[in-house]
């Protein structure tokens, strides 16, 4: 995107690697779980942005230096895939590194947030598009880049392959980088856990059939993205703590007792307007992931987080909003153990994709974006969205910057960008 | 079974034969002393005190007489003393450790050579052959600048890792001696590749504020071995130039000379080359006699650039694309080893204890008269020296080294581990295996060191030290965090 100078708007790109600081060894292999290869053809792309106060006086060798600490303790995202003589993938942890992507941009932090507001697809010059493979042997699994705004101000973009953790992973991996960069130790075991199948995943009978909430693609060979027919377009909005309570009341009734949680509401509100604004079919099924407290253990990065499908026998556009958000928060179906069965027996060599297979609402409210401190300030602004993503889209609810504002981010078909935000403008009375 | 055992008792045997042999060479003086004394003491003892002293009064000794003997003998006293060279002490020495932000494992060099060589998945292939035997290690160090892709090597960034490595060097130097800028009396820094204006002698003399009327030189373009070329240099100086410090810096530059083509000839040394510098003070002040670390006794520098081939086999030279590099012969390690053999000849005679020389000696005759064919008597240097530092040219160096000189695999460890931990950090590599040594804690008083570097030209230089005192494990250095780790297994090949 150039402006009207001659400069790009982020410009002056240089990669490099850092990788840890200690040698791992010869031989060490990470063997990601069943869970972790379902959601391998996924990418987290997250954007930290900081004002100019909480970075005063760092440069870019003040940001490399702790990494190289930081990176001890997760030496397996500086590893690299390799396949197995089943062709099941597995990480060699050969301290190859993570790629480090500096840039310059011509705005200032406020001027560059306001020209987001009017194109949100800005934001990807901020964070690394790559993905995993052609060649495995060679892509790195994580990409930082930085990029210094001209008031000072600066930028974090964090590009993470899914298949080594969830989002609350990719929040506590990134929030230890500021705690190493304040000078505190880690608490984390410095050896991970070893390959283990999650534990609270009880077995259960073989089952046949395939899981609801994941679509088989491909097969897509060592290149880890999944074509879509349409071209997915992602676009958020910030809502506010009065709007988010004008919104519950207004959906789940008053605020008392037994009331449903906001996420089930915008999941119950979200899905009717997807259904009255697409064509075809209405989605009669949508999957629903959150975290799973239990699944997570402290310091370890995992696909520990609950995804469960949700199936509705009545008409979707005709509910009431406040039935269809009982439905999602009662008759979600846990789908873990399906999803891990189904890829166990295929040995780890399917391609499947969770986001988008069906419309899928993902909660990250509880993911701690904030928490990543520089100089003991917290981002201005944290954005995440999810690259390869299914054709029928995908909803997060994120965090927001101040105590009780909230951010909604969709990635939708680009064709339904600009009717669902007219529809979601009139449902949350946004200006 | 049987067959075994009478070749091993005549092994034995012949141990022994040697062990009397070398004995009765080396002490050769001892013995005919011992029975010449005896005779002497014999003879006066028969001819008792009233003897004696007949036989000296009849001498006839007066006052002039006396006087005169005592001039003369004096005199050649003070001849020999004043022409007696001056001794060279090593006071002490410092090795660059590079921090772990510039650590390269391989995993790393073969992804940026992947990226930056697109076009050419031959010579990555070829790379990625080289780095699995090359012998080194997943510590090794690159400088900034050459870990960005592509690599950025401004004259900023390379000035920048030469004020990083040497003044690093200096300063550890300069707090483990507890010498003085103005103290410093001869400065000389060695580095082959990077010769900026002002020169890095002069960078080196602006940063400490050195003396104005410092000797100071500046070696460039001398290769590998340059190190050593400085130590003689610093030697010749300090004999003329009495009561003196000298500091020596040697190092490399790696950040201008990342080869960025694709020609295999010219890729290998961006393998091999890897960041390091060390910085020696040398003194030949009579009041470091105590505290130096050892005393230089010969320093033997061979060229045979006048050999055609000799003189192209390291080359630095522009590839088809108009990239800069340095190219290696095929033949290289064959010529390594013909300038072995000549420094060897000439080293030889001056260290090599009389039992060797006699051997030698006589199989060049038996050569010469008898057998033509017969192969060349190669002198068991291992009792000369205690040590070995071969210049961790590369695997092959060492091994070509090893097996030339017949040594055993404790004598080039030194030379593996450095190659091993640093790479080749060319002329200042020989000091990070004598500190190995040291830290290794087999350095003792009255040890002798040989250190051996082959260099562009094509040069093989040594340098022979003596032990002053026995050296107590340095608890700083650049082997500090890891000597533990070490001697280490290096595979043939190890699988990337």
New interface residues.
């Given amino acids: 995107m150039v402006s009207s100078d001659e400069q790009p708007l982020v410009h002056d790109i ?6 840890p ?3 791992t060894g ?1 031989d060490v292999v990470h063997e990601p779980t069943n869970m972790d290869q379902a959601m391998k053809l996924h990418y987290l792309r997250g954007v930290y942005y900081f004002k100019s106060q909480a970075v005063q006086g760092l440069t870019t060798p003040n940001i ?2 702790p990494i ?1 600490t930081w990176l001890n303790n997760f030496y397996h995202t500086c590893g ?1 895939f390799r396949r197995a003589e089943s062709g099941r993938p597995y990480i060699k942890c ?4 993570v790629r480090f992507i500096e840039a310059q941009c011509v705005k200032t932090l406020d001027e560059w947030l306001e020209l987001e507001k009017d194109d949100g697809s800005l934001r990807r010059m901020l964070v690394s598009n790559q993905v995993v493979g052609p ?1 495995l042997f ?1 892509s ?1 699994l994580v990409l930082l880049q930085i990029t210094w705004f001209k008031c000072g101000g600066m930028s974090m973009g964090l590009s993470w392959a899914h298949v080594l953790g969830d989002a609350f992973s990719a929040a506590d991996f990134m929030n230890s980088l500021g705690q190493v960069m304040a000078g505190l130790k880690l608490a984390q075991p410095l050896k991970l856990a070893q390959s283990h199948i999650s534990a609270k995943i009880s077995p259960s009978p073989p089952k046949s059939k395939d899981p609801l909430s994941v679509k088989r693609v491909g097969p897509v060979g060592d290149h880890w993205i999944a074509a879509n027919n349409s071209k997915m377009k992602a676009f958020s909005f910030n809502l506010t703590s009065t709007q988010i309570s004008h919104f519950h009341t207004k959906v789940c009734g008053q605020i008392g007792t037994n009331q449903i949680p906001f996420f089930e509401c915008l999941c119950a509100v979200i899905w009717k307007v997807v259904a009255k604004i697409r064509d075809g079919p209405e989605p009669k099924m949508v999957t629903i992931t959150k975290n799973d407290p239990h699944g997570r253990k402290n310091g370890v990065l995992s696909n520990g987080q609950l995804i469960s499908i949700v199936k509705a026998d009545f008409s979707i556009m005709e509910a009431n909003p406040k039935e269809l958000a009982e439905l999602v928060l009662n008759q979600a179906m846990d789908e873990r153990s399906t999803i891990v069965e189904a890829m166990e027996r295929d040995q780890g060599l399917s391609d499947f994709i969770v986001y988008g297979a069906n419309l899928t609402f993902v909660d990250l409210e509880e993911a701690d974006f904030y928490g990543l401190k520089l100089k003991a300030q917290k981002p201005a602004y944290v954005g995440y969205t999810i690259d390869g993503v299914g054709d029928n889209g995908v909803v997060l609810l994120l965090p927001g910057p101040n105590n009780g504002g909230k951010v909604v981010t969709l990635i939708m078909p680009e064709d339904q960008v600009l009717k669902l935000k007219f529809e979601l403008k009139k449902e949350f009375s946004i200006a | 079974m049987p067959q075994n055992l009478p070749n091993f008792s005549h092994s034995v045997r012949l141990k022994y034969v040697k062990l009397g042999y070398q004995y009765l060479v080396n002490h050769i003086i001892t013995f005919l002393l011992i029975p010449i004394m005896a005779g002497i003491v014999i003879e006066v003892l028969r001819l008792g005190p009233e003897e004696i002293l007949g036989i000296v009064r009849s001498v006839h000794l007066d006052i002039v007489h006396v006087l005169c003997s005592s001039f003369l003998v004096i005199f050649i006293a003070t001849v020999y003393f004043m022409s007696k060279p001056r001794s060279i002490y090593l006071v002490d020495y410092a090795c660059y450790k590079p921090p ?2 510039c ?1 390269v ?4 060099f ?3 050579s ?2 930056n060589l697109k076009d050419s998945p031959k010579s990555v292939d070829f790379q990625m052959r080289i780095l699995e035997r090359s012998g080194l ?3 090794t160090c690159l400088p900034p600048a050459i ?3 592509p690599p ?1 090597p401004t004259m900023e960034a390379a000035r920048g890792e030469a004020e990083l490595v040497i003044f690093s060097a200096i300063d550890a130097l300069m707090k483990k001696t507890g010498v003085k800028p103005k103290d410093i009396d001869i400065l000389i820094v060695n580095c082959s590749l990077f010769s900026p204006t002002p020169s890095l002698t002069a960078m080196v003399v602006n940063k400490y504020k050195l003396r104005s009327n410092i000797k100071s030189f500046n070696l460039s373009g001398m290769g590998c071995s340059a190190g050593l070329i400085s130590i003689d240099l610093a030697r010749d100086l300090l004999q003329v130039q009495p009561n003196s410090h000298a500091i020596v810096v040697s190092t490399e530059i790696i950040t201008p000379n990342y080869y960025q083509g694709q020609e295999r000839a010219m890729l290998l040394p961006n393998c091999l080359f890897r960041m390091g510098g060390a910085a020696i003070l040398l003194s030949n002040k009579r009041r470091d006699r105590n505290r130096a670390k050892y005393k230089l006794t010969h320093v033997v520098r061979t060229h045979k650039g006048a050999d055609d081939k000799a003189y192209k086999c390291v080359f630095e030279e522009e590839d088809a694309q108009g990239k800069v590099g340095i190219r290696l012969d095929k033949d290289l390690m064959f010529i390594a080893g013909e300038a072995l053999k000549s420094n060897i000849t000439t080293m030889g005679p001056l260290v090599l204890p009389a039992s060797e020389q006699l051997l030698f000696l006589f199989t060049l005759i038996r050569r010469k008269i008898f057998n033509p064919k017969g192969k060349p008597y190669i002198p068991d240097f291992k009792q000369a020296f205690e040590h070995f530092c071969i210049h961790a040219g590369g695997r092959a160096v060492i091994d070509e080294l090893q097996k030339n000189l017949q040594l055993s695999a404790e004598h080039v460890e030194a030379s593996r581990m450095t190659l091993h931990r640093f790479g080749n950090t060319s002329s200042s590599s020989l000091w990070y295996e004598l500190n190995y040594i040291e830290a290794k804690g087999r350095m003792k008083k009255g040890d002798r060191v040989w250190q051996i570097a082959f260099g562009s030209g094509f040069k093989c230089n040594s340098a022979v030290w003596k032990c002053n005192r026995t050296i107590k494990t340095p608890s700083d250095g650049p082997w500090q965090d890891c000597i533990d780790r070490y001697p280490v297994h290096i595979p043939e090949i ?1 699988k ?1």
Avoid at chain 1, 14 to 19: K, Y
Wanted: hydrophobic fraction near 30%; proline fraction near 5%.
């Fill in positions: 240089r990669l490099s690697t850092v990788g600081g200690r040698v010869q490399k230096e190289f690299r050969n301290d190859c590194g060649e060679f790195p | 772990v932000t650590r494992p391989f995993a790393t073969m992804e940026h992947r990226m290690g997943e510590e870990h960005y892709i950025n190890v990337l």
